[in-house]
């Protein structure tokens, strides 16, 4: 048997008894992790600063390893993101539906966990504790699979997140860590049906295209974010500078930082120079149009492929539109389903943009980084799905829950 089968195995053992674990008892195991991972800050940012080391040798830019990076406040802030899933109410149990039929017997529809999660996800030490947690509160065993550049700082932390549950008298098990970060790995997660049945892939298109097409276990897909933020005509632009220097530099490297900026041809040569010169201040190199190009010095010019690029980096694509119809058309065509922004102060724009973009977040002069669970009030998330089934947008407790009917009668036949 291999490790993986083993944790697959152990999992599904483990989540019988979490998934009818009650919410006082989550809780206490919940603040027990907290306070777990906070007493190893030392031991985890010992780990983290040896991935850092051997990142910086493989050449990871630097954006990436803003990402890996963990300090003592980022720790305070895991620990703080785990006990503020304490206050949340639990998923587990509620009732969506309850009728009685004219035979007499009633037919009630319940919440209950998923089962047991695998999580595939790449250099982001953050997530093991978000996803360890959230999983816990909503009942169900989660299989954790780290990239391999932050194999030490999972290790650690995972160490952690397990003490407190043993701590708890909640079997250990129900968290767990695959340390074999190669591609054989990840690919028997894909197809463990036997042990997992939900898999929840985290990180860039390649990862995520891969689950997709070699998965045979069910896949929620949490999408690349090729975000885009069109400048109306009729915008205000010192907004739309502010919205815009936000969205793309405030971190470059996560999934709801804005990649693509669309702005319309009658406001273009005055808002774009205002805009780039905010950019300028941290060095964001724009792609642009003909149009675009000349409207403000040193933009570089785009391809088609810069259209459709989640670039994770501090680039951004500048597409001059026509009307608010070609802007839509154009972010229809390119968008990847994540987060998308109109800036304008033309409310019937507005509500046209917002009723006719088809994307998991769709904002009106609001930065497209508040695709977040914490921003949203849903807690620490999971991931952001950027498909329709079976949950879209930032993937929090009730995300992470599917439901059961129970029939009670009193000897009723058919």
């Known amino acids: 048997m291999t490790q993986v089968q083993l944790l697959g195995q152990r999992a599904k053992q483990a989540e019988k008894t979490l998934a009818t674990a009650s919410t006082e008892l989550k809780n206490k195991a919940l603040e027990n992790m907290a306070q777990e991972l906070a007493a190893a800050s030392r031991e985890i940012l010992q780990a983290n ?22 300090t003592e406040d980022r720790i305070v802030g895991m620990a ?5 899933i304490v206050r949340l109410p639990d998923p587990i149990g509620v009732t969506l539906s309850e009728i009685k039929r004219p035979n007499g017997m009633t037919v009630k529809k319940i919440t209950v966990p998923l089962g047991v999660i695998a999580v595939i996800y790449e250099a982001r030490p953050n997530v093991t504790s978000d996803a360890a947690a959230l999983c816990l509160k909503s009942g169900n065993a989660v299989i954790l699979r780290g990239g391999k550049e932050a194999i030490n700082s999972s290790k650690a932390i995972v160490k952690a997140l397990r003490l407190g549950l043993e701590k708890t008298g909640l079997d250990e098990n129900c968290i767990s860590l695959v340390t074999d970060t190669s591609r054989d790995s990840a690919t028997e997660l894909m197809r463990m049906n036997e042990y997992i049945d939900v898999l929840i892939p985290r990180g860039g298109a390649g990862l995520i295209r891969s ?6 276990v069910p896949v929620i897909e949490t999408g690349t974010g090729n975000c885009h933020i069109y400048i109306d005509k009729d915008a205000d632009i010192q907004m739309a500078a502010d919205i815009v220097y936000n969205a793309k530099t405030s971190r470059p490297s996560v999934c709801n930082s804005a990649e693509s900026l669309v702005i319309h041809k009658d406001i273009i040569k005055e808002a774009l120079p205002i805009i780039k010169k905010r950019l300028d201040e941290k060095n964001v190199e724009l792609r642009g149009d003909d149009t675009a190009r000349a409207s403000a010095d040193g933009i570089l010019p785009a391809t088609e492929d810069d259209w459709g690029r989640e670039y994770l980096d501090y680039i951004m694509s500048v597409k001059t539109v026509e009307s608010l119809d070609e802007a839509i058309e154009h972010i229809s065509k390119y968008s990847t389903g994540h987060s998308e922004c109109i800036v304008t102060e033309n409310e019937a724009a507005a509500e046209e943009f917002l009723k006719r973009i088809d994307s998991a977040a769709v904002y009106h002069n609001v930065s497209t980084r508040f695709t977040d669970g914490g921003e949203f009030g849903f807690g620490a998330e999971i991931g952001i799905s950027t498909q329709k089934l079976h949950a879209r947008g930032p993937l929090g407790l009730p995300q992470l829950t599917s439901f059961k009917y129970i029939i009670c009668g009193n000897g009723q036949i058919r």
């Not at 703080?80 to 503020?84: L, N, R, V």
């Not at 689950?211 to 045979?216: G, H, K, Y």
């Open 49 to 70: 600063a040896e991935d850092m080391k051997n990142a910086r040798a493989n050449g990871v830019a630097q954006v990436m390893l803003d990402r890996l990076l963990l």
């Open 211 to 216: 689950c997709v097409e070699n998965s045979t």
């Open 80 to 84: 703080k993101g785990i006990t503020d």
